[in-house]
């Protein structure tokens, strides 16, 4: 069965330093990739998803996330967090376009003044 | 304009009640999620329905039943509540052709609460 780890539950940054979030997955072809960002008392929405092609994808609000299939991750990356950025974000995975989303177990950000 | 809509979006309920939850999409997506997020705020799916497809995850027990009286709606009725059902239950809704192909796009959840 297909899985999804997020390794880090916490992670606090200072405002204006860079993010990254890990995530990895278990799955034995490339599944569909997803990163969602929840604020609290909110539903989720789609910061980026892979589905093929170029390994480094482009997302809103200046997140981008790079696959590395030797690695099996596929971790979010943001050069400078601002203070709206504190949220949970939750990785996800699918096996095929229209499936049912995994979701990982989320990261709580917390960013810093 | 809410693309993905649902009530109620708090409830507050007793054990062994049954109660509904409706989401509406306006999106013209022709498939339909359900998912569930528990207090650790682990997320699950709980259901996937495509026109006359249904997909249920096998851990979700039967007193959960989805029901689509048409594309745009999927209601989640519950039976016999009990307290382990506490949770924050979001609808999504997706689209298998266009742009926005497989993204899903996801309701504003609604925190029920079984006493």
């Known amino acids: 069965a297909q899985s999804v780890t997020q390794p880090d539950i916490h992670i606090t940054v200072s405002e204006g330093a860079s993010l990254e979030l890990r995530c990895n997955y278990s799955?034995?072809?490339?599944?569909?990739l997803f990163w969602y960002v929840q604020s609290p008392g909110q539903g989720l929405q789609l910061l980026l998803k892979?589905?093929?092609?170029?390994?480094l994808v482009q997302g809103i609000k200046g997140f981008e996330a790079e696959f590395k299939r030797s690695q099996s991750s596929f971790n979010l990356r943001k050069p400078s967090v601002h203070w709206s950025d504190a949220a949970e974000y939750f990785c996800a995975v699918a096996l095929n376009a229209g499936n049912m989303l995994t979701f990982g177990g989320g990261t709580r950000l917390m960013v810093k003044p | 304009d809410t693309a993905v809509s649902q009530t109620p979006k708090y409830l507050v309920t007793q054990m062994g009640n049954d109660k509904s939850i409706k989401c509406e999409q306006n999106l013209g997506h022709d498939t339909m999620y359900w998912y569930k997020q528990d207090s650790k705020k682990f997320l699950k799916i709980m259901f996937s329905y495509n026109n006359k497809e249904l997909i249920i995850n096998e851990t979700v027990p039967n007193r959960f039943s989805p029901k689509s009286p048409d594309k745009a709606h999927l209601n989640l009725h519950i039976n016999s509540l009990e307290l382990g059902d506490s949770a924050v239950y979001f609808c999504?809704?997706?689209?298998?052709?266009?742009?926005?192909?497989?993204?899903?796009?996801f309701g504003p959840g609604t925190r029920l609460t079984v006493l």
């Open positions: 892979y589905f093929s092609g170029d390994t």
């Open positions: 999504a809704s997706s689209q298998k052709r266009g742009p926005s192909y497989n993204e899903q796009f």
């Open positions: 799955y034995g072809a490339t599944p569909y």
